[in-house]
């Protein structure tokens, strides 16, 4: 099963919305489930996704070096894809991680599916519930 807040997921699907007829791919990140300040009713080290690194991020580097310095090491093991035309599963140009979820239109709740890095797909949880409040501490 994967665990997703419902602030990331609408923001998924609203970036995928906006970016049609253009595919989107996002690095996601997760939260474990002990952070959250309401108990979700799940074992507490289940991760929740509750954060996109911007597809943006560190492209010319890549582009020139393959290597990925948008999103910070060891995060990101879980991705976001749009398919604007179909289908409703991954493909073989999509990005795989340990967690996929594939978006199609008409963009909403209905048209996200989750699926494992074989292709085998599994149950989607939108998680009514705000992740912790992080912030960039200076000491």
Same mark, same amino acid.
């Given at each position: 099963?994967?665990f997703?807040?419902?602030?990331?997921?609408?923001? /998924?699907?609203d970036?995928?919305s906006?970016?049609?007829?253009?595919?989107?791919?996002?690095? /996601?990140?997760?939260t474990?489930?002990?952070?959250?300040?309401?108990?979700?009713?799940?074992?507490p080290?289940?991760?929740?996704?509750?954060?996109?690194?911007?597809?943006?991020?560190?492209k010319?580097v890549r582009?020139?070096?393959g290597?990925d310095?948008?999103?910070?090491?060891?995060?990101?093991r879980a991705?976001?894809?749009s398919?604007p035309?179909?289908?409703?599963e991954?493909?073989?140009?999509?990005?795989?991680?340990?967690?996929? /979820?594939?978006?199609?239109?008409?963009?909403?709740?209905?048209s996200?599916?989750?699926?494992?890095?074989?292709?085998?797909?599994?149950? /989607?949880?939108?998680?009514?519930?705000?992740?912790p409040?992080?912030?960039?501490?200076?000491?």
């Amino acid at each position: 099963m994967v665990f997703i807040t419902r602030g990331l997921h609408d923001a /998924l699907l609203d970036m995928a919305s906006d970016a049609e007829p253009e595919r989107v791919t996002v690095v /996601l990140a997760a939260t474990p489930a002990e952070a959250f300040e309401d108990d979700l009713d799940v074992d507490p080290e289940t991760p929740v996704l509750t954060h996109f690194y911007l597809p943006d991020a560190g492209k010319s580097v890549r582009a020139v070096f393959g290597v990925d310095l948008g999103t910070p090491a060891g995060r990101g093991r879980a991705r976001f894809v749009s398919h604007p035309q179909g289908p409703d599963e991954p493909t073989r140009e999509d990005d795989f991680a340990a967690a996929i /979820l594939v978006a199609v239109p008409p963009w909403d709740e209905s048209s996200v599916s989750a699926f494992d890095r074989s292709g085998k797909q599994l149950s /989607l949880d939108v998680v009514e519930a705000e992740p912790p409040t992080e912030s960039l501490a200076r000491d």
